[in-house]
Nanobody, 130 residues
Framework: QPQLVESGGGLVQPGGTLRLSCAASGFTLENTAVGWFRQAPGKAREAVSCLSLRDGSLYTGDSVKGRFTISTDNAKSSVYLEMSGLKAEDTGKYFC???????????????????????WGQGAQVTVSS
């Protein structure tokens, strides 16, 4: 059964750092596109960063550029999101996703009608507050 499980969320002070992990089981990350998304209460889901393990293409959202970095460890079948310079507006539930067919653009900046990624984690809460 393909599965993604996030970990590493928590409460952090503004300006702090946090690392989210996403462990894949039941499939390998090779030849997938992977991504991190977040959703704050009352707001739509937002793409944070996506990475293609097929061609190395990368997308990073403007609101987190220079502060957040996506990476993978294929040996551990894991995806990471390193977050620094955290702000209150970064608060939300963070989800990792993976898909064998989508490109980075298709995953993070989809055209109307593009299906969402097939595999999703259950989410990890990140709260930035003093």
């Amino acid at each position: 059964q393909p599965q993604l499980v996030e970990s590493g969320g928590g409460l952090v002070q503004p300006g702090g750092t946090l690392r989210l992990s996403c462990a894949a089981s039941g499939f390998t990350l090779e030849n997938t596109a992977v991504g991190w998304f977040r959703q704050a209460p009352g707001k739509a889901r937002e793409a944070v960063s996506c990475l293609s393990l097929r061609d190395g293409s990368l997308y990073t959202g403007d609101s987190v550029k220079g502060r957040f970095t996506i990476s993978t460890d294929n040996a551990k079948s894991s995806v990471y999101l390193e977050m620094s310079g955290l702000k209150a507006e970064d608060t939300g539930k963070y989800f990792c996703a993976a898909d064998f067919a989508l490109t980075v653009q298709g995953m993070c900046t989809p055209l109307r009608g593009t299906p969402p990624p097939v595999y999703w984690g259950q989410g990890a809460q990140v709260t930035v507050s003093s």
